[in-house]
């Protein structure tokens, strides 16, 4: 797969940076010219994302996110987004639609709004060292000569 074009970013695990991020990806990833539904879709699923890292991964801390983000020539967009934090003892149970590892009033549906929203989900974690989760949406029907 020949990539595009490329971005990184690093930022503060702050609920004030998710939006940031948010528009900052969705700009992006705009070159690849997709409809309004599909940087709607990626906006959500990076915004999951995002959230798990701030509340999930640095719980009583402030630490950093990373994004990578990549346009290919079949006009896929990949975004990989990595903390150093606490890690997910399991994914798989992590995962599961309304399961949350810290209750109250969160619903536990991160990953599922990920998985409607994107193509794929890949999550890797280590539990005590960080979790990467990369999203994978493909635009359709463009001509992607950036």
């Known amino acids: 797969m020949t990539t595009l074009n490329e971005m990184r970013l690093t930022v503060d695990s702050r609920s004030v940076n998710e939006s940031y991020v948010r528009v900052a990806v969705s700009a992006f990833a705009a070159q690849l010219d997709p409809t309004v539904e599909e940087i709607s879709d990626i906006k959500t699923a990076l915004s999951e994302a995002v959230t798990n890292c701030i509340v999930h991964a640095y719980p009583d801390s402030v630490g950093k996110i990373h994004i990578h983000a990549q346009l290919f020539e ?11 934090g606490c890690g997910i003892p399991n994914v798989k149970q992590a995962r599961e639609p309304l399961w949350s590892s810290v209750g109250g009033e969160r619903a536990g549906l991160g990953f599922a709004v990920m998985e409607s929203f994107c193509d794929k989900v890949r999550v890797r974690s280590t539990y005590g060292r960080g979790t990467l989760v990369t999203l994978e949406k493909q635009i359709q029907g463009r001509d992607y000569a950036v």
């Open 74 to 84: 079949s006009g896929l967009v990949r975004v990989k987004i990595r903390d150093r």
